[in-house]
């Protein structure tokens, strides 16, 4: 709903109301909706929460500032070129350019949005504008063929670690990473947990595209 004193906790409840017996709970939860800010303890129903996140450290995470995010960056623009002539787009959804400036800046980011509200664009942009390879792990085969698809119909080079992608990965490896143009590299590799999990082969790719400094 529309709100403005709502709070969204990790096991998915509202509480009725904030006070000093809400504290542990309100410590150790993560704010999943990108319009609020959080403040811990009896402080947060004193608080008027519906401009930006308050930049705080809470007990295992750290509420993003966005309005810092949104400030002007030396990357602005690529990012907007990008965003404009690779993606077709001249504006930015809600918090997008916020969360692809902390992405930019090395920041380890968790993005909590609903379907539609234009998450992968937050990783596409920094993937294709830097140099190396991202890692995108994605659980369901379907999302990443919906993904590998629509990126290769913008001429971006990916690449699906399935058993075909497996056999064009280990047969072209310099062709795909070290290739004299950097529009001909694999910029984002999509794969599942399991592959992760389960083959040793993959490991192996991730640690000598660490050594190479294509992935961090």
Same mark, same amino acid.
């Given at each position: 709903n529309?709100?403005?004193?709502?709070?969204?906790?990790?096991?998915?409840?509202?509480?009725?109301?904030?006070n000093e017996n809400n504290e542990d709970l309100f410590d150790n939860s993560i704010i999943n909706n990108p319009n609020i800010n959080c403040v811990r303890g009896t402080s947060a129903k004193k608080k008027n929460i519906s401009q930006s996140?308050?930049?705080?450290?809470?007990?295992?995470h750290t509420l993003a500032n966005m309005s810092e995010w949104s400030k002007k960056f030396a990357w602005? %623009?690529?990012v907007n070129q990008a965003n404009l002539h690779v993606f077709g787009f001249k504006t930015f959804r809600p918090n997008q350019r916020e969360i692809i400036n902390a992405n930019l800046s090395n920041r380890d980011i968790f993005v909590c949005m609903p379907t539609g509200g234009g998450k992968s664009l937050t990783f596409q942009i920094p993937s294709i504008?830097?140099?190396?390879v991202t890692l995108v792990v994605m659980p369901l085969l379907s999302l990443i063929q919906d993904q590998t698809t629509f990126l290769t119909g913008l001429g971006i080079k990916v690449l699906f670690l399935n058993s075909e992608g497996s056999k064009e990965l280990y047969g072209h490896y310099d062709d795909l990473f070290h290739? %004299?143009?950097e529009e001909d590299?694999?910029?984002?590799?999509?794969?599942?947990?399991e592959k992760?999990?389960?083959?040793?082969k993959t490991m192996s790719l991730l640690e000598r595209l660490y050594q190479e400094k294509l992935f961090e």
């Open positions: 529309n709100d403005e004193n709502q709070y969204l906790f990790n096991n998915g409840t509202i509480p009725e109301d904030i996140f308050i930049e705080q450290d809470c007990f295992n602005d %623009e690529e504008i830097q140099y190396g290739a %004299e143009k590299m694999v910029k984002m590799i999509f794969l599942t947990p992760i999990a389960q083959s040793p």
